[in-house]
């Protein structure tokens, strides 16, 4: 039978068939690029013959061979464990001889996968887990808190400030904007029922409660979240996999005092102002859009001054407040949690904007509650 | 050795803004040879090294890899170049995400043909040369450092590529591990033909593989020895070259 000749300027593989022998002549450069196709053509080979033919590989004119091609002599051997490799150079022989068909007989070892009930005993454990540590961090968290009001020499002021530098000052345009947007839609789009009832000049009434009681506040840790939130979580995160907060431990330094103490002082300080930017933002858009109705600024002034009171505002900067801790907080917690790895450090921030939504959200219910049995 | 070098750094500057690490310093690494940079601590051995592995822009002088410039190649031709050499880092710098088989056969699904059993089973006999059989399917947070070494060592090694450049293998690993990661270099480089460039001050190891040793001193700046370890230690003319090899050996 005429040998089967796959065309290749490198590595070439031939077969040759013999009564009772299959012969593979493997010709030319085995490495990494030019293995592929001989690796092909070498197993079809070995899986067409019969299995009591005996199997020959020639390898006299296997010339450079790396990694791939010891991995295709090896390959045969662990099909064929009676393939007798013939003209082997030396050198080759040596590395190859390094490796065992059997060493690589059994599958590779993964962990094992949980079944349902494993899975759902794990994720039970660890929200239990989750919620002692939380417990645990707000109970340090607070003293930590006391004990920076009880003495304030010593915070580090120094990264407190800095930290409010990047979440506030960094926040300002992007606050500025959103807020302004917020105050052009929300008045024109309550323009269009309220000109129905010829009731246009309440327009600024609606915008200002609605902006300085609910959403300047709400807009602002929404924004602050996905901005600061997710930042504290990453930076801290990195802090954690680079054993920057085990280094902080053994140095006798609570992690809390340390790094999450001077960013909720931070989130403390200017949750607050950059609610009340997003308000006057607000007001702006609110005021371009009054403008435009036909009434003049004067008359959007007096409106707001008899809708929106000192309680409406104080309020609204007590709650502002809180979002604040919650996002410096909860941000600081998730980066806390990282264990190792650079994906445990996106999910670390990933969890603190999903967590700080959805505690802003619950908060701001609390207050809508608690404002109306007040009567605030 | 013979003089077939395959690496070539010639007038080579690095600074880091305007402080300047290594000041025009040329030499060539042979094919074939175990390549050694020693210095002291801060010297700029690393420096030197993601130099030429084409990290960062020299200040000036070009960084020829069989005969390419590294600096000044894009595209296609920075590929090929970058397709010759395998680089471990210091740290291992495995992706944390994948398991020690998914590091090693990244390289082989993306840049060869192989069919995906043997992907797998030669990432598996690097990680079996690196002594790692078993762990293949664990994350590299699973694992000791000096493991993560090995498991950076099997996957530069994944292409098997002619030039390998290695940061400090043996720091981290117990001694019977850096004996026999010697011999796997040793191995390679005679049985392959491949070219080791290695930043390391493990003295044993030193004296067990490499061919030539250029040593850089930061006071300097420059190159201030070339040759093999044994001589240098024994017949060196600069005094802080005996006295490095010396201390050191006495106190490995």
């Known amino acids: 039978m005429p040998p089967a000749t796959r065309e290749s300027p490198e590595a070439v593989v031939r077969a040759l068939r013999r009564p009772r022998e299959l012969t593979l002549a493997l010709d030319g450069r085995f490495d990494s690029h030019t293995t ?66 059997d060493d690589f007989a059994a599958k590779p070892k993964h962990a094992p996968a949980d079944g349902f009930v494993a899975a759902v005993g794990r994720a039970t ?44 000052v960094g926040a300002i345009p992007i606050i500025g904007l959103i807020g302004f947007l917020i105050g052009l839609i929300l008045a024109f789009q309550s323009a269009i029922p309220l000109k129905q009832f010829g009731a246009e000049i309440f327009v600024a009434n609606l915008v200002s409660i609605s902006l300085v009681r609910e959403l300047g506040p709400l807009m602002t840790a929404i924004i602050v979240a996905g901005r600061s939130g997710a930042a504290f979580a990453a930076e801290i995160g990195t802090m954690r996999v680079n054993e920057e907060v085990n280094a902080l431990s053994t140095m006798g330094l609570s992690p809390v005092r340390f790094l999450v103490v001077p960013r909720v002082l931070a989130g403390i300080l200017v949750m607050p102002l950059l609610s009340l930017f ?99 | 050795m013979s003089g077939d070098p395959v690496i070539r750094v010639e007038g080579f500057t690095a600074a880091y803004g305007g402080n300047v690490v290594i000041d025009d310093i040329t030499f060539d690494v042979n094919r074939g ?67 020690l088989l998914d590091n090693v056969t990244l390289p082989l699904e993306e840049f060869t043909d192989l069919p995906e059993e043997a992907r797998a089973l030669v990432a598996r006999m690097k990680l079996h040369e690196v002594g790692l059989s078993g762990a293949e399917g664990l994350l590299p947070a699973e694992i000791s450092g000096g493991m993560q070494k090995r498991a950076a060592i099997a996957r530069a090694m994944a292409l098997d590529p002619g030039i390998l450049f290695l940061d400090e293998p043996s720091a981290g690993l117990d001694p019977v591990t850096s004996a026999g990661l010697d011999r796997l270099i040793l191995e390679l480089a005679r049985g392959l033909g491949i070219t080791f460039v290695i930043v390391t001050h493990e003295l ?20 201030v020895a070339t040759g093999r370890p044994g001589d240098l230690r024994d017949r060196s003319e600069n005094p802080w070259v005996r006295q490095f090899f010396r201390r050191e050996a006495a106190s490995a």
């Open chain 2, 33 to 99: 040879e175990v390549f050694v940079i020693l210095g002291g601590s801060g010297c700029g051995k690393s420096t030197l090294l993601k130099h030429m592995i084409g990290l960062y822009p020299p200040a000036s002088g070009r960084i020829l890899i069989d005969g390419d410039d590294i600096v000044t190649a894009d595209g296609a031709k920075r590929l090929a170049i970058l397709r010759k050499i395998g680089v471990m880092y210091q740290s291992g710098a495995l992706f944390g995400s994948m398991t």
């Open chain 1, 125 to 168: 454990a660890q929200t239990a887990a989750d919620l002692v540590a939380q417990v645990a961090y707000v109970g340090e968290l607070l003293l930590a808190l006391f004990a920076a009001v009880r003495s304030p020499g010593k915070v580090r002021w120094r990264d407190a400030f800095s930290a409010a530098d990047a979440a506030g």
């Open chain 1, 36 to 101: 592929g196709g001989a690796w092909r053509e070498a197993m079809a080979h070995i899986a067409g013959a019969d299995p009591n033919d005996a199997v020959v590989v020639d390898a006299s004119g296997v010339g450079y061979c790396d990694g791939c091609g010891l991995g295709l002599l090896l390959e045969i051997r662990r099909r064929r464990p009676d393939a007798r490799i013939a003209g082997l150079r030396d050198e080759t022989a040596r590395l190859l001889a390094r490796f065992s068909a």
């Open chain 1, 278 to 376: 997003t308000d006057l933002a607000g007001l702006v858009g609110g005021a371009i859009v009054f403008r435009s109705l036909g009434f003049p600024l004067v008359t959007f002034v007096n409106q707001i001054s008899t809708a929106v009171t000192w309680v409406d505002l104080s309020g609204a900067v007590f709650k502002s407040l809180v979002f604040g801790v919650i996002v410096a907080a909860i941000g600081c917690l998730r980066g806390l949690q990282v264990k190792t790895g650079a994906s445990a450090v996106g999910r670390a921030a990933t969890r603190a904007v999903v967590s700080g939504l959805v505690l802003i959200i619950l908060t701001d219910g609390v207050f809508s509650v608690l404002f109306y049995v007040l009567g605030i």
């Open chain 2, 204 to 223: 044993p190891s030193i004296y067990a593989i490499a061919d030539r040793v250029i040593m850089l001193d930061k006071r300097v700046k420059k190159i």
